[in-house]
């Protein structure tokens, strides 16, 4: 017998810390995704996360193709899916390719920060998605040239990742052993001390 999902939800949860945003302590990448749309107003707030995201010139060189569940340009995002991917993210009420733009609109020259922005803005989603209770996994695992052939994006545009977005379903659900196996893990994180530096290779005392 598996868990349930809330059962899943509790056992992904960080530890709490004091002052840390609940979203961020609460936010986990599901693969099962229950059968229930998510309501315009509620997709609104998630881009409307992304758009306040800061990046270089304040340019916001991103851009979202979303797909809903059971329209064409849901198809086409899953139909780039890597299989293993296509194994459990067909579930989620909307698939969001992220794309974003390789020049600066003000001068025309290269924008080394472009999937910077995109990346902070797809955080800024995702931590959104968590506190209005949806629930958002990301995957690099698609094949791009599909993706880019099939949405007609142009050549100038980098591709991100397609974040699933939903809600979280019964782990019981998913096709394979394999993948509810993967759903009940445990998160694990590095320790604070091997990234957060005073020196290269040494940790800030924190605390
Ligand atoms: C850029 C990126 C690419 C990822 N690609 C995939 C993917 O293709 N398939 C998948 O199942 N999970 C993918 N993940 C999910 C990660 O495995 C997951 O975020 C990580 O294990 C941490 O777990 P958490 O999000 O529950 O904290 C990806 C996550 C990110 C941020």
Known sequence: MTLSALEVHNL???????G?????LSRWSPRSFADHEVSPADLAKVFEAARWSASA???????FIVGKRGTETHKKIFSSLIGFNQGWAGSASVLILGATSTQFAHNGSANAYAL???GAAAAALCLQAASLGLTTHSMAGF???TARKALEIPGDYLLGTVIALGYQGEPAALTHEQLISMEILPRVR????????SAWGQPLKLG
């Open 12 to 18: 992904k949860q960080a530890p709490p810390v004091e």
């Open 20 to 24: 840390v945003l609940p979203a961020v």
């Open 57 to 63: 010139y304040n340019e916001q060189p991103w851009r």
């Open 116 to 118: 910077y922005d995109l």
């Open 143 to 145: 094949d791009q040239d």
């Open 190 to 197: 590095k320790p604070l001390g091997e990234f957060v530096l």
